[in-house]
Antibody, heavy 113, light 112 residues
Framework: EVQLVESGGGLVQPGRSMKLSCAAS????????MAWVRQAPTKGLEWVAT????????YYRDSVKGRFTISRDNAKSTLYLQMNSLRSEDTATYYC??????WGQGVMVTVSS | DIVMTQAPLSVSVTPGESASISCRSS???????????VYWYLQKPGKSPQLLIY???NLASGVPDRFSGSGSETDFTLKISRVEAEDVGIYYC?????????FGAGTKLELK
């Protein structure tokens, strides 16, 4: 069974950093591209970043480019999202997803002073 | 960015009846490989999104065949036959043709 389990969220002050993790199991992690999708409270879905199966290629939405870094450790079957210079508008539930076919349970990130 | 426009924003359905949700893209989602990269998701209350339909008309694993997807290059429809209580939630269309991948605003389905 495919499982994606996010961790690392919480409350953080504007301008600070936070790193999210997504532990994958139930499939060969190194064979699949992965992504982070977020959802602000009461809002819709927003694609944040994508990484290829081997980490050689990444893509970011404009609003997080230069501040967020997506990465992966295929030996640990884990996806990461390093978020720097956080803003209030980054407040959202962050989902890890495998090609949008499988989704984690989500982790809440609240950016507030 | 490709804009995905859904209609209606909400729909109220009597159990056992059918429902249709429309989605329009600002650009053709038909790739040169013949695949149309539109997807449909359901987010049940308090849950993560789940994939219903991939590549316009393919039913995702474990999804009841009451759900079906159809469309053209820019206009798409999700149809739910014989709506059940478990179908309540917000439905999103999304395009995975080109970055940034984008979603519609969502259609809330509730029961009468």
């Amino acid at each position: 069974e495919v499982q994606l389990v996010e961790s690392g969220g919480g409350l953080v002050q504007p301008g600070r950093s936070m790193k999210l993790s997504c532990a994958a199991s139930g499939f060969t992690f190194s064979n699949y591209g992965m992504a982070w999708v977020r959802q602000a409270p009461t809002k819709g879905l927003e694609w944040v970043a994508t990484i290829s199966y081997d980490g050689s290629s990444t893509y970011y939405r404009d609003s997080v480019k230069g501040r967020f870094t997506i990465s992966r450790d295929n030996a640990k079957s884990t996806l990461y999202l390093q978020m720097n210079s956080l803003r209030s508008e980054d407040t959202a539930t962050y989902y890890c997803t495998r090609g949008s076919s499988y989704w984690g349970q989500g982790v809440m990130v609240t950016v507030s002073s | 960015d490709i804009v995905m426009t859904q209609a209606p924003l909400s729909v109220s359905v009597t159990p056992g009846e059918s429902a249709s949700i429309s989605c329009r893209s600002s650009k053709s989602l038909l790739h040169s490989n013949g695949i149309t990269y539109v997807y449909w998701y359901l987010q049940k209350p308090g849950k993560s999104p789940q994939l219903l339909i991939y590549r316009m008309s393919n039913l995702a694993s474990g999804v009841p065949d009451r759900f079906s997807g159809s469309g053209s290059e820019t206009d798409f429809t999700l149809k739910i036959s014989r709506v059940e209580a478990e179908d309540v939630g917000i439905y999103y269309c999304g395009q995975l043709l080109e970055n940034p991948y984008t979603f519609g605003a969502g259609t809330k389905l509730e029961l009468k």
